[in-house]
């Protein structure tokens, strides 16, 4: 469970996130949306211990957060793949600095390619793959580590619809068959609703409202009417708060 108490992060003298509770039980999804600048790449960062809490306190698994975990796995808006080295390597790479045997990582690494669909690229540099196929080479190095937790900031944002859509379902998929948790961070409403099994709304450095959401996994979704419904039930609070 990670469970985030009356949380203040600040950058300087200004606060970007303030007195923020947060509850993700294992092996479920939250989404947190809302406007730009409200802190949830913060909030991200210090849930990954890449930033230090002025107060508060964040728990994951029962135990305190103060630096990073080898469990965690923090997928960035930028990919952040090595563009100088191949596919496979970028997905090695954090194997092999952990000290893993060549056999296990050729192993391990192969059966991430395999999952994502990644195989046919295994020896092109990330500047010859499209911005969906970087992203899932993205979600592959994550993967390779095994988390129980993995932290997205907007997947999807830089891809094109029917790519996007893609990348949710490939999400959706890991989801599934890894059994982690998944906190991810996004602007859109649609990825919220279809990723989200909780939806966490921000404002202004804290969590204005935490939504259950009821459509959450269910079969063809995007043919679904309800999970429109729920878009504009998440579009209704987001006006909301916004006024
Ligand atoms: N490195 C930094 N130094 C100073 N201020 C920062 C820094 N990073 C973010 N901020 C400020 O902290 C606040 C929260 O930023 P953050 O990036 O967490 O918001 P966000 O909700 O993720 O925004 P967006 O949706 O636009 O990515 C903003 O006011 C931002 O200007």
């Not at 300087?12 to 406007?35: M, N, W």
């Not at 100088?84 to 952990?98: H, Q, Y």
């Not at 893993?100 to 195989?119: C, R, S």
């Not at 580590?145 to 859509?165: G, N, R, V």
Request: charged share 25%; with cysteine.
């Amino acid at each position: 469970m990670i469970d985030v108490d009356g949380l203040d992060v600040y950058y300087g003298s200004e606060a970007a996130v303030k007195g923020l509770d947060l509850l993700v039980q294992d092996h479920e999804t939250c989404a947190i949306i809302g406007p730009s600048g409200c802190g949830k790449t913060t909030l991200l960062y210090a849930l990954a211990g890449l930033i230090k809490p002025a107060s508060g306190s964040i728990r994951i698994g029962g135990e305190v957060l103060n630096k990073t975990r080898k469990k965690t796995g923090l997928i960035l808006q930028n990919y952040g793949l090595l563009p100088w080295k191949r596919v496979w390597e970028n997905l090695a790479f954090p194997l092999k600095t952990r000290g893993m045997g060549k056999n296990d990582i050729k192993t391990n690494v192969g059966k991430v390619l395999e999952q994502l669909g990644l195989m046919e690229f295994a020896e092109k540099f990330p500047s010859e793959l499209s911005g969906g196929q970087q992203q899932r080479v993205a979600i592959g190095r994550s993967l390779v580590l095994q988390p129980d937790l993995l932290l997205m900031d907007e997947a999807s944002s830089a891809l094109d619809a029917i790519t996007k859509e893609h990348i949710q379902n490939l999400v959706l998929d890991v989801f599934r068959k890894n059994r982690m948790t998944l906190v991810l961070v996004t602007h859109n409403i649609e990825e919220a609703v279809f990723l989200g099994q909780k939806i966490v709304v921000m404002k202004q450095g804290t969590v204005v409202r935490t939504m259950e959401n009821p459509v959450f996994g269910l079969d063809d979704l995007r043919n679904n009417m309800s999970f429109y419904e729920t878009c504009l039930e998440v579009r209704r609070v987001l006006d909301e708060e916004s006024s």
